[in-house]
């Protein structure tokens, strides 16, 4: 019997940043998942994008379309923003019939049923204040190609990259934009896990037995750093001894867990980043909220995670599935400047959401995370 197959992605999460990989961050469920392999050597493509188009494509991020972010550069298709149309994707080849490059002819596959959940972002540009209307009308054309588009029966997401938890921009079911502003508990990263798991129910009761591949595409941890209060509110405090004592307890945990040999050294503190003891309490205060919510975030991940996998249990599908938990890259390294001023792109996170509030954006002591 084939086996099903769900492909978990994070998001710019951290090496260490789960506990079955040195973390602090409980993660549970991730971590009975990492109970079967755990692997510690991995080759990404050290952004979202290309990383996900080699992801959905097995092919190096040129050879797909996607060399580097999801505008078109101008420079050939190696740049041009979009999954090539002449690279099948995973779920194109796994479902029964795919298109070949001209279209004049198909090849059998694998006969799978496909859902995917979460971020696309290999589709072309989807700017975060773009209109419902200029979305609708957008998706699908030939730049944009949508995850329906190339292979997935089902598709419940986001189109474009980073944006709100509460509010996220370019939200779509299939081929339709969904308009309607969240209720006031909505939170992305359940909305995912929620929505894998009734696929999965519909899937167990459908007539059709055919098995299923599922990619679940998350956003958390990527920033902004958006969680409840009341999650946040679980780890605050944890992060006030400081990130010197952090790197050095989450070293010594991947020593312990063998997953990286005893002689390598923890590494120097990056010489722009001061000693936690040179910042006054109301910075270490406004520090510690911010990696609290950046917990909350993955907390709230892995949760959902465990009720794909009862899910799956309920449904008497687990023991035939395989399931991946990866992220698409490390820790986001780039410092944003996204105080919002014109002329630097995050300026454009500072737009209206949803309900018509304006969005304040930065890395300002005086807005809080979450």
Not at 1 to 21: E, H, Q, R, V
Not at 36 to 63: E, K, V
Not at 125 to 134: K, L, Q, R, S, V
Not at 288 to 308: F, L, N, P, S, V
Request: with cysteine; charged share 25%.
């Amino acid at each position: 019997m084939k086996p099903n197959i769900i492909i978990i992605l994070a998001d710019d999460m951290g090496f260490s940043d789960i506990s079955c990989f040195g973390s602090e961050i409980e993660t549970p469920n991730i971590d009975a998942l990492a109970k079967g392999m755990r692997f510690t050597q991995l080759y990404n493509c050290a952004r979202c994008c290309p990383s996900r188009a080699s992801i959905l494509t097995g092919m190096y991020p040129h050879q797909a379309g996607i060399g580097h972010m999801v505008y078109d550069a101008g420079v050939g298709p190696e740049y041009q923003g979009y999954l090539r149309q002449d690279v099948p994707t995973i779920a194109e080849l796994l479902k029964k019939r795919y298109a070949t490059k001209n279209g004049d002819s198909h090849h059998d596959g694998g006969g799978y049923a496909t859902y995917m959940v979460g971020k696309w972002h290999a589709g072309g540009e989807y700017p975060p204040d773009a209109t419902h209307d200029w979305i609708q009308s957008t998706m699908g054309d030939e730049t944009h190609p949508t995850p329906t588009q190339r292979g997935f029966d089902e598709f419940y997401g986001t189109l474009g990259g980073g944006g709100s938890y509460f509010q996220p921009p370019s939200l779509v079911r299939n081929d339709q934009v969904i308009r309607e502003v969240m209720p006031e508990d909505f939170y992305y990263t359940d909305a995912i896990n929620d929505e894998a798991c009734r696929m999965i129910e519909n899937k167990s009761k459908s007539d059709n037995k055919q098995p299923f591949f599922m990619y679940v595409a998350h956003t958390a941890p990527h920033w902004p750093l958006h969680a409840p209060k009341k999650e946040i509110d679980k780890h605050r405090g944890k992060y006030m001894r400081g990130w010197d004592n952090l790197r050095r307890e989450r070293h010594a945990r991947l020593i312990q867990q063998n997953l990286i040999p005893s002689t390598w050294e923890c590494s120097p503190r990056d010489v722009h980043c001061p000693a936690w003891e040179e910042k006054d309490d109301k910075t270490q205060q406004w520090e510690d909220a911010r990696m609290a919510t950046y917990a909350a975030q993955i907390k709230i991940m892995d949760e959902g995670i465990g009720r794909i996998v009862q899910s799956l249990r309920d449904t008497g599908m687990y023991d035939n599935t395989v399931i991946f938990f990866l992220s698409d890259n490390g820790g986001c390294a780039e410092y944003l400047k996204e105080n919002g001023e014109e002329g630097h792109w995050p300026e454009f996170y500072g737009g209206l959401t949803r309900e018509g509030k304006k969005i304040d954006v930065g890395n300002l002591q005086h807005l809080e995370p979450g």
